[in-house]
């Protein structure tokens, strides 16, 4: 029997049957941005991979806040 391990490879982290995490999705996603951009990107995807195994409706939401600041970043830079 495998013991989860809950700091290394947190099941809500996990893509299904994959063997993908959401940390390597996000990495690779956000590598070329800007720091700012690439928090908010990683924090959109983060909350949007694990809603369904986590927080549901309320990471869907903090999803939307990331994104609005991220939308809000690139508007302002260009102007």
Known sequence: ?????AVNH????QLGNLNVEAIDIIEEVCKNLPGDEAVSL?????YL?????????QDY????????????????KTK
């Open 10 to 13: 947190p099941k809500h982290y």
């Open 42 to 46: 990683g924090n959109v995807l983060k």
């Open 61 to 76: 939401e903090k999803a939307r806040r990331y994104l609005n600041r991220l939308i809000d970043k690139m508007k302002s």
């Open 1 to 5: 029997m495998s013991k989860h391990d």
């Open 49 to 57: 991979i694990r809603a369904e195994n986590k927080n549901g409706l």
